[in-house]
């Protein structure tokens, strides 16, 4: 709360994380701030630079308003967790455990107030994996698309995302299915869109990189 009320300068908010600087000179060559930041940035993709350059340099150095921000993505970050457990367990005592055990976790509340990628990262995941459940739930194409496209821009703040497609062809196997055959052919054809479409974003990314430093 502390660095919310600007007690602490920003020199002083980016010294706390290592990364944070990284991430910092990422998103300046990203933005076109600087020339400098270009090899950070090819090391830590796009995701989390754009992220914390927006507050950094286009809004002029709003940290606080950055950890504000991804201390309400966390807190949303829980609901969705009850909301997921939900829809895998039908019981809401284990999904009102499973949302508290994430809202009174310390190592959550400390990663909402510090500029590194873990907030933003398992927002964008478990928003991806409730919605791939609820579309294998409901057979609804816009859970399916919304899911691939929060699993593209995981990849791009979290490179370690680009072996979660097999997680979801394990949870699809795996999904007891009901109605005729001819209903299933079709949430599966769903289902490799939503995979798709979460391989297209980091795969533009490669592209700019293959052309950018061949």
């Known amino acids: 709360m502390s660095l919310m009320?600007?007690?602490?300068?920003?020199?002083?908010?980016?010294?706390?994380?290592?990364?944070?600087?990284?991430?910092?000179?990422?998103?300046?060559g990203l933005l076109g701030i600087t020339d400098r930041g270009k090899y950070?940035?090819?090391?830590?993709?796009?995701?989390?630079?754009?992220?914390?350059?927006?507050f950094a340099y286009i809004i002029g150095r709003a940290y606080w308003l950055m950890i504000l921000i991804q201390i309400i993505i966390s807190?949303?970050?829980c609901v969705i967790i009850y909301m997921t457990a939900i829809l895998l367990t039908k019981n809401r005592i284990i999904s009102v455990i499973a949302g508290l055990l994430a809202a009174v976790s310390l190592t959550s509340i400390s990663l909402a107030?510090?500029?590194?990628?873990?907030?933003?990262?398992f927002f964008l995941f478990i928003s991806m994996l409730y919605?791939?459940?609820?579309?294998?739930?409901?057979?609804?194409?816009?859970?399916?698309?919304?899911?691939?496209?929060?699993g593209g821009l995981s990849i791009l703040v979290r490179s370690v995302a680009l072996f979660y497609p097999l997680l979801l062809i394990i949870f699809a196997l795996l999904y007891p299915?009901?109605?005729?055959?001819?209903?299933?052919?079709?949430?599966?054809?769903?289902?490799?869109?939503?995979?798709?479409?979460?391989?297209l974003l980091p795969a533009v990314w490669v592209i700019r990189n293959t052309a950018a430093y061949n």
Do not use: C
């Not at 009320?5 to 300046?28: C, W």
């Not at 796009?46 to 350059?53: A, D, Q, S």
């Not at 299915?177 to 391989?199: C, D, E, P, Q």
């Open 177 to 199: 299915f009901t109605g005729i055959a001819s209903h299933h052919k079709n949430k599966y054809r769903k289902i490799v869109v939503a995979i798709l479409l979460f391989v």
């Open 131 to 150: 919605l791939f459940l609820k579309g294998l739930s409901e057979n609804r194409w816009w859970y399916f698309v919304a899911s691939g496209i929060l």
């Open 40 to 54: 950070e940035l090819y090391m830590t993709g796009p995701g989390y630079p754009f992220f914390l350059g927006f």
């Open 113 to 121: 107030s510090a500029a590194l990628t873990e907030t933003l990262f």
């Open 5 to 28: 009320f600007s007690q602490h300068s920003p020199a002083r908010f980016i010294e706390l994380f290592p990364d944070t600087m990284t991430y910092l000179k990422a998103a300046g």
């Open 75 to 77: 807190s949303i970050s």
